[in-house]
């Protein structure tokens, strides 16, 4: 009976995915010159994960790049060369690469993609030491504009397809740069046969660089004890499943409708039957403690730890610093703190605004700080914590702090008042407004005054609130409140006339029996 292998590659891709987040991870602990062997290992095995499930499902031009990638460190772990800041540059900006190509697959296409072409020849040619150092700058621009392609409609991308001329291995990075524009009729990869396992397992003579076989899955399967640091943390164990976020939000929006028909039956019949049946009364308790745990249990489903936001900013934080020339070291705490999904994914784009400013703005150069008697390399704490019904998240740094006399400079020189009899909170919250920036110049990463401000409209839209405190010289701390979920809301019945009405509990600050 034949398999529907289109049954398993939505999973393929979340756990592709997985191995491309553990792969820069490892690859930030190898630029100080680290060639811990269990590093190199985990980078080969989730190299090798990621190519036999790409082969199982024909997705070629991802099998050779990723044959690549576990060629090279099969080399670097016998002591074939050494990895450098140069690998780490290489492996994250191929980590973006491998992303846009997954998307593109995810959404249906399956034309041919300059950018990996471009991205195995680069791999190959680092690994045999023929790259020249100038080929791999370019590679950066090449992962960035083809993240842009993936995100685009495949319609908006066959509109433009006649401008771009037929990649050829000279052109790459120029074909790369426009890799949102594809050929109309490209063919689909046809699943790649391999001696006798028809695409599906790997074949024993093409493995040149196989792990022993007693320890591995044919290239399907992680090999035995062969998970990545935190892997099993983010995959969950053999008891686990995967189930679609459709099905959460289905039974919560059930849940939702039988609290409500609950508290509507508790209303209505509650009183009658405190004075006329001890019975009833204590059915109606019983089913209002059920009710409620089951909504806890319910909305404990789609909690998930900080640590899924938390574990996105090394790679945040190693790009910005290094582009910048400062040397920042991220700690994080409270990442078992649980927060809705749904706010978790709308929480990343403020807190990347929160980080990269705090290192643009916040942290000095090392030779500023050596000059101000600061260690060297500046340290940036993102902490989450639970506080009542709201979560809590922290960004502070030890940089310059946030200087009175230029926000208030600026904000008159920009028409947007302030004077001097303001208190530090008012002044504080002037970097959130529209247009406001303090950088001396425009560059990709400030001086535009877009960046607070969409922090701020951000989190008030999920219910939320922003707050700063900095004192000069000493750093600064951007603290974000949250509600714990936006899926099921508290609130207090409240009776004007004949009308009533419910008011969030979050806004209500004090109840007074008149």
């Known amino acids: 009976m034949a398999i529907d292998l289109n049954r398993f590659i939505a999973t393929f891709f979340d756990e592709a995915n997985e191995h491309l987040e553990a792969i820069e991870e490892l690859a930030m602990t190898l630029g100080s010159g680290n060639q811990d062997p269990e590093v190199l ?51 994250l900006d191929a980590c973006d690469v491998f992303k846009a190509h997954l998307a593109r697959l995810k959404s249906g296409e399956r034309g041919l993609d300059p950018a990996m072409e471009g991205l195995r020849s680069l791999l190959a040619g680092y690994r045999t030491g023929t790259t020249m150092p100038e080929q791999k700058a370019p590679l950066k621009e090449a992962g960035r504009r083809a993240k842009e392609a993936a995100s685009k409609p495949a319609g908006a991308a066959r509109k433009q397809a006649s401008a771009v001329p037929a990649p050829t291995e000279e052109s790459f990075f120029a074909a790369a740069a426009a890799a949102d524009a594809l050929p109309t009729a490209a063919p689909a990869e046809p699943p790649r046969v391999v001696g006798t396992a028809y695409g599906l397992f790997e074949d024993e003579a093409a493995a040149e660089t196989t792990v022993a076989k ?36 289905r039974i919560v929006n059930l849940v939702g409708e039988l609290v409500i028909a609950q508290a509507m039956m508790q209303q209505s019949v509650g009183k009658a039957a405190h004075d006329q049946d001890e019975h009833l009364t204590h059915s109606l308790g019983t089913l209002d403690r059920n009710t409620r745990d089951l909504q806890q249990a319910v909305m404990s489903i789609r909690m998930m730890p900080m640590e899924f936001v938390f574990s996105r900013f090394p790679r945040v934080v190693y790009d910005v610093s290094s582009r910048l020339g400062k040397k920042v070291h991220l700690r994080t705490m409270g990442q078992e703190t649980e927060l809705d999904k749904e706010l978790i994914e709308l929480l990343i784009d403020p807190l990347t605004h929160v980080v990269r400013n705090a290192i643009d703005h916040g942290i000095e150069t090392p030779q500023e700080r050596a000059a101000a008697g600061k260690p060297e390399v500046g340290t940036l704490l993102m902490r989450a914590t639970h506080r009542g019904g709201s979560v809590i998240i922290e960004v502070s740094d030890d940089g310059r702090g946030l200087d009175r006399e230029r926000i208030l400079s600026k904000s008159r020189e920009l028409g947007m008042g302030g004077d001097d009899s303001m208190t530090d909170q008012q002044v504080w919250g002037l ?41 000069k010289g000493e750093g600064t701390t951007i603290t974000i409140q949250l509600p714990l979920t936006l899926a099921v809301l508290d609130g207090m019945i409240v009776g004007v006339g004949d009308e009533q009405y419910i008011v969030p509990l979050e806004f209500v600050a004090e109840a007074i029996r008149p």
């Open 41 to 91: 290992n985990a980078i080969f095995r989730a190299a090798h994960s990621i190519k036999g499930g790409s082969g199982t499902f024909g997705f070629t031009q991802l099998t050779d790049a990723t044959h690549e990638m576990e060629t090279l460190f099969d080399g670097l772990r016998k002591g074939k060369g050494r990895a450098d800041e140069s690998t780490v540059r290489l492996l």
């Open 214 to 249: 007693s320890a591995e899955k044919f290239g399907f399967f992680e090999p035995v004890g062969g998970t990545t640091p935190d892997q099993n943390r983010r995959k969950g164990d053999s008891s686990s499943i995967r189930v679609s976020v459709e099905k959460i939000d």
């Open 431 to 471: 970097i959130f407004a529209a247009g406001f920036s303090t950088a001396k110049e425009v560059t990709n990463l400030s001086g535009r005054g877009v960046g607070m401000d969409v922090v701020r409209r951000n989190i008030t839209s999920l219910g939320g609130g922003v707050s700063v405190t900095s004192p």
